[in-house]
C-alpha cells in the first residue's frame, strides 16, 4: 500500500502536505505529510503532546495550520471547509456528545443538523443505536452512560451522515478490552464499505490491528511511518523482559538474549532490566535455560507485547532506518 | 433558521431537564415577591402607594438581572466541553449556535416574566396604565432581558468556567440590585449610596417599568437625571449595553471556536 502513495486516484481520501502548527513560539506540528487512500485506515500513534489532535483538528477543519495545506475527500480544509464538513464524521479525542440529552436526542439533533428530515433522522438514531448496542440506554440523559457508553454514543453520531471520511481521536482511551473490541468490529465494518479512516492512538497494538499506515509521532514531528509488518521489521514483534537480581548482570544477560534476538537488545542496568525483541517461535523455557547457563540469577522473565515506547527506543538505537516520509 | 430552531430546542430541552436552571428565574423570584411583599413589606414605606405594586417592577428587573446566568452558563459549559466542537464539525453556519442559544434565552425569559407578572397579580400588584404603555413596559423588560442574555454570554464566552460566570454573576448582580430601588425607595438611603442607587442602571430601569405600568415609583424630586428620565434612560443603557456587548460576544466566541 505504501507504494501507492502517489497515486492521484487516492484523492477522495485524505491527503496533507508540510502540514504545521505553531501556538504562539509553541510548535505543536511540524512538517507532516500523510495520505490516506480512500477505504484505508491510517493509524496516528504517539504519546500524549505528540500532536495527534492538532493534526485531527487541522483536517477537520476547526484549526487552520500555520504552514502547508490539505485536502479531504478532494476539498481543501482551509479553503473549502463547508464541503469537507459535509463529508466527515468527527469523533473527538473528549466524548463530544450534549449529557444533557438522551442518546437517541442527540443522534436526532445531528441527523437534523445534518438536513434531515425528523422521521429520516428518528430512523437513522433507531438505526445506529440498535448497531452500537445502546438501544436499552437509548431514552436516558447521556450523561447517566458510562465512559463505554458515551464513547458508543460519540461514534454512533459520529456515523449519523454515513460519511465517507472518518476521523477518530483516542477512540479507545479509558475504554475496558471489550468496548475496545465492540469498537473496533464497527470501525472494521466502516472499512469494509469503503470508509476512510483516520484515527490516532498511544497503543501501538491498536495502530497494527487497525491500520493500513502507521505514522509515528513525537512533540510534533513524524518519527516514523509504514506500514504494520514494515514497522514491526523494525521494532520487532513480541518482547521477552528480563529483571535481573543483579543488575551488574545486564552485560552478560544482553549476549545470552542476543541469540533469541531478531534486533537490538535493550538494557537498562539502572532498573536491571534487560529487553530483547524475540524471534517469533521463541520459548520463553529456552531463554531462561540460557540464562541459566550463563550463571545470570534473575527474579522474573516474561514475555510482552511491544508498545510504543519500544518504537521509540528502536528508533533512536537505530537512527539509519527512521527516515521514511 | 432550521438550524438555529434545532439548536435552540437542544437548549431548551436543557432546562427541561435541569430543573434548577427553571427555578433560577422562576421559584426563586417567587420566594422574592413573598418576602419582600409580606415580610418586608410592612416597615418598608413607598410615599406614592402600596409596596407591593411597587416592589413586581424591581423583582421583574432583579430576575432579569440574574438571567444574565444561565446563558452564560450554558455557553461556558459548550466550550469547555467538547460539544462545541462536534457541533463546529458539522456543516452548519457557525452563527446558528449563537442565535439558537439566545433564542433559547429568550424563550426561557419570558416564561419567567410572565410566571412573575401572575405571581405579582395574586400578590396584589395591578397594572394601572394604558395598554400601550403597558405593551412598553413588557417591551422594554423584554430589551433588558436581552441586553442580560448577551452580556451573560459574554461572560461565560470568556470564562474558563462555568463557576467564573455564578462567581461573576453573584458578584455583580447582588450588589447591583440591592444597591438600587428595586426593593426600597431610594430617599431611604443613606447619602453616598443614594447617588449610586440613583445613578444604578438597574434603579433606571426598575423605575422606568414602574412608570410605564401605572404604578408607585418613588423617584425623589431632586433624583438624578436617568431616574428623572427612565424610559429614555433605560432604552439608552440597553442599547449602550448591546452595542458594546454584541461586537464583543461574536469576537469572543469566534476566537474561541478558532484552533
Ligand atoms: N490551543 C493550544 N494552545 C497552545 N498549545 C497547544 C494548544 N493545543 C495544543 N497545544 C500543545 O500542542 C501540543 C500537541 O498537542 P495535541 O495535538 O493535543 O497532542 P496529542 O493529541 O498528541 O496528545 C501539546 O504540547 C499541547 O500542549
Ligand atoms: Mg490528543
Given at each position: 500500500m505504501y507504494e501507492n502513495l502517489n497515486d492521484t486516484t487516492t484523492d477522495a481520501g485524505i491527503r496533507a502536505e508540510g502540514l504545521g502548527k505553531r501556538f504562539g513560539d509553541f510548535t505543536a506540528l511540524e512538517d507532516l505529510d500523510l495520505v490516506v487512500p480512500k477505504g484505508s485506515v491510517l493509524g496516528l500513534l504517539g504519546h500524549n503532546g505528540a500532536g495527534k489532535t492538532t493534526t485531527i483538528r487541522i483536517l477537520t477543519t476547526l484549526s487552520v495550520p500555520t504552514t502547508g495545506s490539505a485536502t479531504v475527500a478532494g476539498f481543501d480544509v482551509i479553503s473549502q471547509g463547508a464541503e469537507v464538513r459535509k463529508r466527515i464524521g468527527v469523533a473527538g479525542?473528549?466524548?463530544?456528545?450534549?449529557?444533557?440529552?438522551?442518546g437517541r436526542a442527540n443522534l436526532e439533533m445531528v441527523g437534523r443538523l445534518y438536513g434531515m428530515s425528523k422521521k429520516d433522522a428518528a430512523e437513522r438514531a433507531d438505526e445506529l443505536l440498535n448497531r452500537l448496542g445502546l438501544t436499552d440506554a437509548a431514552d436516558k440523559l447521556v450523561k447517566e452512560y458510562s465512559g463505554g457508553m458515551r464513547r458508543r454514543a460519540d461514534l454512533a453520531a459520529t456515523l449519523v451522515s454515513t460519511p465517507p471520511v472518518l476521523f477518530l481521536d483516542e477512540p479507545t482511551t479509558g475504554l475496558d478490552p471489550a468496548s475496545r473490541n465492540d469498537l473496533w468490529e464497527v470501525l472494521r465494518e466502516q472499512v469494509a464499505e469503503g470508509v476512510t479512516v483516520l484515527l490516532t492512538t498511544q497503543y501501538l497494538e491498536e495502530a497494527d490491528r487497525l491500520a493500513d499506515e502507521i505514522v509515528v509521532l513525537d512533540h510534533g514531528k513524524v518519527a516514523a511511518a509504514g506500514s504494520p509488518s514494515q514497522l514491526k521489521q523494525r521494532v520487532g514483534g513480541d518482547r521477552i523482559e528480563v529483571t535481573l537480581a543483579d543488575a551488574a548482570d545486564a552485560g552478560p544477560a544482553a549476549e545470552a538474549l542476543a541469540g533469541f534476538a531478531e534486533n537490538e537488545v535493550h538494557s537498562d542496568p539502572g532498573q536491571g532490566l534487560v529487553t530483547a525483541p524475540v524471534r517469533a517461535g521463541t520459548r520463553l523455557v529456552e531463554v531462561v535455560r540460557s540464562l541459566d547457563a550463563a550463571g545470570i540469577d534473575v527474579t522474573d522473565v516474561h514475555r510482552r507485547d511491544a508498545t510504543l515506547d519500544d518504537v521509540f527506543l528502536s528508533i533512536t538505537s537505530n537512527p539509519k532506518v527512521e527516515a521514511h516520509s | 433558521m432550521s438550524e438555529t430552531l434545532i439548536l435552540a430546542r437542544r437548549n431548551l430541552e436543557h432546562v427541561r431537564q435541569i430543573p434548577e436552571k427553571l427555578i433560577d428565574v422562576t421559584l426563586q423570584p417567587l420566594m422574592f415577591v413573598l418576602l419582600f411583599a409580606f415580610v418586608f413589606g410592612g416597615v418598608i414605606a413607598v410615599p406614592d402607594g402600596d409596596y407591593k405594586e411597587y416592589l413586581i417592577g424591581g423583582i421583574l428587573v432583579q430576575t432579569l438581572a440574574f438571567g444574565l446566568m444561565g446563558p452564560g452558563v450554558a455557553i461556558a459549559t459548550d466550550l469547555g466541553e467538547g460539544m462545541i466542537d462536534r457541533l463546529r464539525s458539522l456543516p452548519i453556519r457557525r452563527s446558528s449556535y449563537l442565535t439558537g442559544h439566545i433564542m433559547a434565552e429568550m424563550a426561557a425569559t419570558l416564561l419567567a416574566i410572565a410566571v412573575l407578572s401572575g405571581a405579582g397579580l395574586l400578590v396584589g400588584w395591578g397594572i394601572e396604565s394604558s395598554l400601550p404603555e403597558a405593551i412598553g413596559a413588557y417591551g422594554l423588560l423584554v430589551l433588558f432581558a436581552f441586553a442580560m442574555i448577551w452580556l451573560g454570554t459574554l461572560i461565560g464566552t470568556m470564562a474558563r468556567s462555568t463557576d467564573v460566570v455564578t462567581g461573576i454573576a453573584f458578584m455583580t448582580v447582588f450588589p447591583l440590585t440591592f444597591l438600587s430601588n428595586a426593593f426600597v425607595p431610594t430617599e431611604s438611603l443613606p447619602d453616598g449610596l443614594r447617588q449610586v442607587a440613583e445613578w444604578n442602571p438597574i434603579s433606571c430601569v426598575v423605575a422606568a417599568v414602574r412608570t410605564l405600568f401605572g404604578n408607585p415609583t418613588a423617584i425623589p424630586g431632586d433624583a438624578a437625571w436617568p431616574l428623572e428620565h427612565p424610559v429614555v434612560a433605560s432604552i439608552g443603557w440597553c442599547v449602550l449595553i448591546l452595542a458594546i456587548v454584541v461586537p464583543m460576544t461574536v469576537r469572543a466566541f469566534n476566537r474561541r471556536t478558532t484552533d
Open positions: 479525542q473528549s466524548a463530544t456528545v450534549d449529557g444533557l440529552l438522551t | -
